[in-house]
């Protein structure tokens, strides 16, 4: 699996994942829960302190409507 941890395409996706969650009135907990995964991680992704797969980016994206 490809894997995105650093660069302008890792910003942007954070970026419209963050928005998308600001547009939903959601928070990183919330996001996490529905992923099965610890909100610490979903912060670690966001922040760039861990890398994410495309899927993972995908899901993301998908969850927050973005």
Do not use: C, F, Y
């Not at 995105?4 to 600001?22: H, Q």
């Not at 959601?26 to 992704?45: C, F, N, P, Y």
């Amino acid at each position: 699996m490809s894997e995105l941890s650093r660069g302008p395409l890792r910003d942007e996706l954070a970026a419209r994942v963050k928005n998308g969650l600001k547009n939903q009135q959601e928070t990183q907990r919330d996001l996490a829960r529905r992923m099965g995964v610890s909100e610490k991680h979903i912060s670690q992704v966001l922040t760039g302190r861990a890398g994410a797969t495309v899927e993972m980016w995908d899901r993301m994206l998908t969850e927050v409507g973005q």
